[in-house]
């Protein structure tokens, strides 16, 4: 265990967060000894993954900090059409879509490029272009800290929702997720129907997709829109898309006849909060350490030099004038720390 170490190479929008103590954790039996220790039960505890989805509001954690790092990927059923591999939760998660597309397996393929680790990668239920995690999760095997007990969730007891599952509520850091296995497929339909995909390739002259043509293709979309987190702070979208009433949507395409929506079950409407805070003014905004992406208003980013709390102050400021302007109050997506 190190003690006082800068966790700014550990999240995705840099900022210098010191932790009192920092564990990396490589295997289970590390966890399992650090779950039994003193130290562990006396001082409070955060469970980082790839840190791609957090904000740490604070210059100091007054904690352990538990970097979770296990590896491997292996294929643990093969049978017919189906394919079950499990992946450990300290796997780049991008390098574990390229993977499989290179296998010539079906499922992940829409969520290529997105930053962060197989372990945290249910927490959210990340999403992109059509697809979810949750729609090729078959189980995922997790450790609770409280006990150091294993527990198999299903893919029920996850309870996936849009960016949410369990692991974000109730037991919102109360377990580390180990390894993840994926129900996968041989042969399926590639879900070409999201936004610009079909115009993407169109436009490159490529008629009916291969596996790994509309993977390649994804990462070429994601790239053009969003930042390399490697060369400008960022976590992703920072705010949820709002769901709001049929009857809400109906007066504002009334004053909007252009805004972008998506229709939801139970009469709700989802509308894209990037089209929002566009609309608010801020696309592009910036001061001389943080600003709003230029090419994709839902992502704040941060230039260097600042501390969270200005993402958070900046956050604050946005969500202030959507709901002034919208009268709907977008809620974020990334977790505060
Ligand atoms: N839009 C604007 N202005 C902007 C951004 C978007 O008008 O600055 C409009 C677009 O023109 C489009 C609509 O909003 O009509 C939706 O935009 P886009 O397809 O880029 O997706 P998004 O709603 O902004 C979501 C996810 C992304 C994911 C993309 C693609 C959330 C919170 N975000 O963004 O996920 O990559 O769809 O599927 O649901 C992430 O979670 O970190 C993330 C990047």
Redesign the pocket.
Known sequence: MKTNVDLQPYNSFGFHTVAKHFVEINDIQELEALIRSDVFKREKHLILSGGNNVLFQDEFFDGIVMHINTKGIEVVENQGNDVVVKAQGGEDWPEFVKKMVAMGLYGVENLAHIPGKVGAAPVQN????GMELKDSLLQCEAIELATGKKRVFTKEECQFGY?NSIFKNELKGQYVIISVDFLLKKDAPLHLE??NIKAYLEQNGIESPTLLQLHDAICAI?DA??PDVKKIGSA??F???PVISAEQFEALQKQHPNI?HYDEPNDKVKV????L??QAGW?GWRDEHVGVYEK???VLVHYGGSKGQDVVELAQRIQQSVEEKFGIRISP?VNFV
Do not use: C, D, H, V
Request: positive net charge; glycine residues 14%.
């Open positions: 990340i999403g992109a272009y960016r999201y936004g994601r829109k969003l992703g979208s705010f949820k898309n972008p894209p909060a990037g089209w805070i566009e696309k994709q208003a839902l997506e």
